[in-house]
């Protein structure tokens, strides 16, 4: 079967640094997907893993862990504006992507 | 700007009437991806296309169908919609390739009376 699980809600304060965990059992896998969805609008790519380790992108960085089905999004330096949602997808052989609940991130003053 | 466009931005039906939604591509990427996305969940796949190699999701309803006419193009015809169709949909698109990222358009905000 296919299984992602994110926390549903998480809160941090503007300047500080937040981990967002993902956990995955998927079939075929192929890689581990970050994305950030602002209310009402579509997902937009933040960062992509298909091999163990650390992906660092400016103030986001993610992880994987394979042997784990584990990922984390790093977003250091938080700003107002990245309060959103944050989906992991995990890419599956056959063009799949199978999206986790999301987490829903508040960054507070 | 190459880009994926969905229109409209916002669409209203009324229970059983057919509705169609549409999604067009400038990327020239061979799949393209249908997505159901209600309140606060995540995204679920609906079907997708590789080239025209239709792939229908098992635990979609046979009330949505799909239509992709060429590359460019992509619709979602949804017969006769329900209050539980409400939703905002959205269209994808990704290149062949392990690890090839998926391209949204800013989708379709669904809504049944």
């Known amino acids: 079967g296919q299984n992602i699980d994110q926390p549903t809600e998480m809160t941090a304060t503007e300047g500080a640094i937040v981990q967002i965990n993902c956990t995955y059992q998927?079939?075929?896998?192929?890689?581990l997907f970050w994305y950030q969805q602002h209310a009402g609008e579509a997902p937009t790519f933040l960062s992509y893993n298909v091999l163990d380790g650390l992906e660092e992108k400016g103030r986001f960085s993610s992880f994987l862990s394979r042997s784990k089905g584990y990922s984390y999004l790093l977003l250091k330096e938080l700003q107002m504006k990245d309060s959103a949602s944050y989906l992991c997808?995990?890419?599956?052989?056959?063009?799949?992507?199978?999206f986790g609940p999301g987490t829903r991130l508040s960054v507070l003053p | 700007d190459a880009m994926v466009i969905q229109n409209p931005r916002y669409q209203v039906t009324q229970f059983g009437k057919p509705v169609t939604l549409s999604c067009s591509q400038t990327l020239n990427h061979n799949v393209m991806y249908w997505y159901q996305q209600k309140s606060s969940q995540a995204p679920k796949l609906l079907f997708h296309y590789y080239d025209k190699d239709f792939n229908n999701e098992a635990d979609t309803p046979d009330n949505f169908q799909s239509r992709r006419p060429n590359t460019s193009f992509c619709f979602l015809d949804i017969r006769s919609p329900g209050l539980g169709d409400a939703a905002m949909y959205l269209c994808a698109t990704s290149r062949e390739g392990t690890n090839e990222k998926l391209f949204f358009g800013s989708g379709t905000q669904l809504s049944v009376l």
């Open positions: 997808a995990a890419h599956q052989a056959g063009q799949n992507f199978v």
């Open positions: 998927t079939s075929g896998f192929n890689g």
